[in-house]
C-alpha cells in the first residue's frame, strides 16, 4: 500500500505491505537504521520513536497507520554531526553503555522534556519505566534527563528564574 | 515475531467499518491504537484475514461530561483521559486507575475500546468497568445494543461481542460528588500487568455505608465483583473491625488462578491485602 509519511522533515513515500511495523518500515525501507528494534511486542521500549509530537512504540503501529504521520526519529536529534543537548548530556553523565535501548530513551526523553522541560526526578523516573536498560542501572540516564532539562525551558520560564 | 499477512482496510464512516466486519464476520478485526492487537498479531494468537482501522471513523473520541455520568467514545485514548482535568471529579476511580495502564507511550495511543475488546483479565478498565455497573454500547449489522458490564466479559480474552460489532462507547453512571473510593494494584514493576487490583467506592447515609462496589481484577479468569464482602460492608461504619472482616471475606470468596506471576493462594492474601488498604484509605474521605 503506498503511504505517505513526514520523517524528519522530509517527506517520503513507501510502498509497504499492511504486516509492516513502523519500526521495520524506518529500518528496512528508509534505511534509518538508527531506531533498534528488541522485543517486537511493545515491551522494551528500544523503538520509541515520535509520531504528531508524541513518544510511541513504533513496533506497535502499522506503517500504514502512520500514513500522513509527521515522525521524528533519533537520525532527526542531531544537527548534522553535532550532538544534540539532550545527547550530548547522555555522554556527559554516562547515560549509555551498549547503546541499545539508547535511541529510545533519546526519543522518550525528548517528547517528555519538549512537553515538560520541568519534569521532576519522580516524574522521569515514572516515564522512563517503559524503557528498559540492561547496562546502565539507569542512574546515569536519569542523571542526563536532569541536567538537560534547561535546554528545553521555555523563554518565559528561564526568565522566571 | 513478524506480523502474519492480513489485508488492510480504513474505512470512513462507522457503518462501513460495520459492513466490513459483517462480510468478513470472524475474520477480520478492528484495530485503533493497536497497543493489544499488535502484541496478539506479533505472537501469532490471531491471525486475521483483514483488519479494519477506525483511524478514519469520526465521532469515536469525545469524551462526555453530563448529570448522567461519563461517556466514553471507543477511540478514546489513555492520555486522553489523563489530560482531561474534568474526570478527576466526574469520576476520580476511572482517572486513578487510568494511570497504571502500561507505561506513557503506551497510554499516547492504546485505546478504551482496544482494551475492552481485548478483555485482558488483568487490565484495569474491564475491573473499573464492572465496578461501577458500566454499559458497552456497540453498533452491529443487525441494530444497535448495550451491554452491561457484568454481561460482557466473559473470560480470558472473551467478550460477549458478535464478531460483526464494535464497540462505540463506555457508559459509567454519574458519580455523587461525596463518595468515598480507592484504588489499589500490585504488579512487578510500574506498568506490568497486576497480579491483583481492587477499586471500590461507597456512599455514606448517617456514617454506614452504602451502595458498596468492590471489584477485582487480575485475580481471577476475568474481572468479578466480591459480593458478599460488599454485601457484608452494607449499612456498616467502616471501622478497623469491619475492614478486617471484610478482608477475610474477600480472601475466602475471590476467583484466583494460578500463573507464573502468582500461585492462587497468593492471589487470594494479596486481595485481602488491598481490599484492606482501599477501605482504610476511602474511610480517610
Known amino acids: 500500500m503506498r503511504t505517505t509519511l513526514?520523517?524528519?522533515?522530509?517527506?517520503?513515500?513507501?510502498?509497504?505491505?499492511?504486516?509492516?511495523?513502523?519500526?521495520?518500515?524506518?529500518?528496512?525501507?528508509?534505511?534509518?537504521?538508527?531506531?533498534?528494534?528488541?522485543?517486537?511486542?511493545?515491551?522494551?521500549?528500544?523503538?520509541?520513536?515520535?509520531?504528531?509530537?508524541?513518544?510511541?512504540?513504533?513496533c506497535l503501529v502499522l506503517a500504514v497507520q502512520a500514513d500522513g504521520a509527521s515522525i521524528q526519529t533519533v537520525e532527526g536529534l542531531a544537527g548534522g554531526d553535532a550532538l544534540g543537548p539532550l545527547q550530548t548530556a547522555f555522554r556527559r553523565h554516562h547515560g549509555l553503555q551498549c547503546g541499545f535501548c539508547t535511541p529510545g530513551m533519546l526519543m522518550t526523553a525528548h517528547a517528555l522534556l519538549q512537553a515538560e522541560p520541568e519534569a521532576s526526578e519522580a516524574r522521569i523516573r515514572e516515564v522512563l519505566s517503559g524503557n528498559l536498560c540492561r547496562c546502565t542501572g539507569y542512574v546515569g540516564i536519569v542523571k542526563a534527563l536532569l541536567d538537560a532539562r534547561s535546554a528545553y525551558a521555555r523563554p518565559h520560564t528561564r526568565e522566571a528564574r | 515475531m513478524k506480523l502474519p499477512s492480513f489485508d488492510y482496510a480504513a474505512p470512513s464512516t462507522l457503518q462501513e467499518a460495520v459492513s466490513l466486519l459483517g462480510a468478513h464476520a470472524g475474520s477480520a478485526l478492528a484495530i485503533a491504537g493497536g497497543q493489544s492487537l499488535l502484541p496478539m498479531l506479533a505472537y501469532r494468537l490471531v491471525a486475521p484475514s483483514l483488519l479494519i482501522d477506525l483511524r478514519r471513523v469520526p465521532g469515536l473520541d469525545a469524551i462526555s461530561v453530563t448529570d448522567e455520568g461519563v461517556c466514553l467514545g471507543s477511540k478514546v485514548r489513555w492520555c486522553d483521559v489523563e489530560s482531561d482535568a474534568r474526570l478527576r471529579t466526574a469520576h476520580p476511580l476511572l482517572a486513578q486507575a487510568v494511570t497504571h495502564v502500561g507505561h506513557s507511550s503506551i497510554r499516547n495511543r492504546g485505546t478504551v475500546g482496544g482494551s475492552l475488546a481485548h478483555a485482558d483479565p488483568a487490565a484495569e478498565l474491564p475491573g473499573i468497568a464492572l465496578t461501577c455497573d458500566a454499559q458497552i454500547a456497540v453498533a452491529g449489522a443487525l441494530c444497535p445494543r448495550t451491554i452491561r458490564a457484568e454481561d460482557f466479559f466473559l473470560g480470558p480474552m472473551t467478550t460477549a461481542l458478535a464478531s460483526d460489532e464494535l464497540i462505540v462507547e463506555l457508559r459509567f453512571p454519574a458519580w455523587p460528588a461525596a463518595r468515598r473510593w480507592a484504588f489499589e494494584e500490585l504488579a512487578r514493576q510500574r506498568g506490568a500487568f497486576a497480579i491483583a487490583g481492587l477499586a471500590l467506592y461507597y456512599d455514606l447515609r448517617d456514617a454506614a455505608a452504602a451502595n458498596v462496589h468492590i471489584g477485582v481484577f487480575g485475580a481471577g479468569p476475568r474481572p468479578q465483583r466480591i459480593t458478599q464482602a460488599e454485601a457484608a460492608l452494607n449499612g456498616r461504619v467502616i471501622d478497623e473491625q469491619a475492614i478486617a472482616a471484610a478482608a477475610r471475606t474477600a480472601s475466602a470468596t475471590v476467583e484466583a488462578i494460578d500463573d507464573v506471576n502468582a500461585s492462587a493462594a497468593y492471589r487470594r492474601s494479596l486481595v485481602g491485602t488491598l481490599l484492606e488498604r482501599a477501605l482504610t484509605r476511602a474511610a480517610q474521605g
Open chain 1, 6 to 58: 513526514h520523517v524528519n522533515g522530509k517527506l517520503v513515500e513507501v510502498d509497504v505491505e499492511p504486516r509492516l511495523t513502523l519500526a521495520d518500515c524506518l529500518r528496512h525501507e528508509l534505511r534509518l537504521t538508527g531506531t533498534h528494534v528488541g522485543c517486537e511486542h511493545g515491551v522494551c521500549g528500544a523503538c520509541t520513536i515520535i509520531v504528531d509530537g508524541q513518544a510511541v512504540r513504533s
